[in-house]
C-alpha cells in the first residue's frame, strides 16, 4: 500500500523568506501523481501545485515549486518570498493513475509566517 | 460561482442520534469524496462515489452511510454506531478520467457529539 509522510510536524519561516517543506512517499508504481494541498485557519482545502510522474521538469506556481526527485521518492514544496497569507497546513497527496481517484494523505505540516 | 456547498457549517448532537451532513456540487463532476479530519492527522476517507447510484467504502467507512442518487449530491449519514463521531468532515468532488484531476473540496462540517 502507498504511504505518503511529512516528517516536520511545523516549520516556520521569516516574512519574505524562503522555506522549504519535506514530503515523502512509498509506492511500487511508476505511473501516479502528487499534489500540495493548503488549509488556513478557515480550513477551506486548496490546491497549490501539482507534479506528474512522468514529467522531469518540476512544477511551478509563482511563487510555490517543488523539487520532484522520483527515485528518491520525495516531493519537496518551496515557497519563495514568504508573505503572511501563507500560514496555513500543508499537506502532500499522492494518487495512483491507476486508482479510483483516492488520494493516499500525510499528515501535514503547520508552517507559521513570522512578521 | 461553481462549487462545493456543505451545510451546516456547525452541527451539534446527543449521542446515540444519527446525523445527515449535506454536500452538494454544481461542477458536473462524476465523483464525490468523504472525508473525515481529526486533529494533527491527514484526511481519512470514508466513502467515495464515482457516477449516480454507485458508491465503495473508504478506509474508515464503518458507521457510516451515504447515497448517490443525483449526481449533485452526496450526503454523509452518521450513526449511532459511530464510536467517535465527533470531527471535522469534509467533502470533495473530481472529474474522473486518465488525467492528474485535482479534487476541490468543500468549507468542511465541524461535528460534535456530546
Known amino acids: 500500500a502507498q504511504t505518503v509522510t511529512q516528517s516536520q510536524p511545523e516549520m516556520s519561516v521569516q516574512e519574505a523568506e524562503t522555506v522549504t517543506l519535506s514530503c515523502t512517499y512509498d509506492t511500487s508504481e511508476s505511473d501516479y501523481y502528487l499534489f500540495w494541498y493548503k488549509q488556513p485557519p478557515s480550513r477551506q482545502m486548496i490546491l497549490v501545485i501539482r507534479q506528474e510522474a512522468y514529467k522531469q521538469q518540476n512544477a511551478t506556481e509563482n511563487r510555490f515549486s517543488v523539487n520532484f526527485q522520483k527515485a528518491a521518492k520525495s516531493f519537496s514544496l518551496k515557497i519563495s518570498d514568504s508573505q503572511l497569507g501563507d500560514a496555513a497546513m500543508y499537506f502532500c497527496?499522492?494518487?495512483?493513475?491507476?486508482?479510483?481517484?483516492?488520494?493516499?494523505w500525510g499528515a501535514g505540516t503547520k508552517l507559521i509566517i513570522k512578521p | 460561482d461553481g462549487g462545493i456547498t456543505q451545510s451546516p457549517k456547525y452541527l451539534f448532537r446527543k449521542e446515540g442520534q444519527n446525523v445527515t451532513l449535506s454536500c452538494e456540487q454544481n461542477?458536473?463532476?462524476?465523483?464525490m469524496y468523504w472525508y473525515r479530519q481529526d486533529p494533527g492527522q491527514g484526511l481519512r476517507l470514508i466513502y467515495y462515489s464515482q457516477i449516480v447510484n454507485d458508491f465503495q467504502k473508504g478506509d474508515i467507512a464503518e458507521g457510516y452511510s451515504v447515497s448517490r442518487e443525483k449526481k449533485e449530491s452526496f450526503p454523509l449519514t452518521v450513526t449511532s454506531a459511530q464510536k467517535n463521531p465527533t470531527a471535522f468532515y469534509l467533502c470533495?468532488?473530481?472529474?474522473?478520467?486518465?488525467?492528474?484531476?485535482?479534487?476541490?473540496f468543500g468549507p468542511g462540517t465541524r461535528l460534535t457529539v456530546t
Open positions: 497527496a499522492y494518487r495512483s493513475a491507476n486508482s479510483n481517484y483516492q488520494l493516499i
Open positions: 461542477l458536473n463532476h462524476d465523483a
Open positions: 470533495a468532488s473530481s472529474r474522473t478520467g486518465e488525467s492528474s484531476y485535482e479534487q476541490y
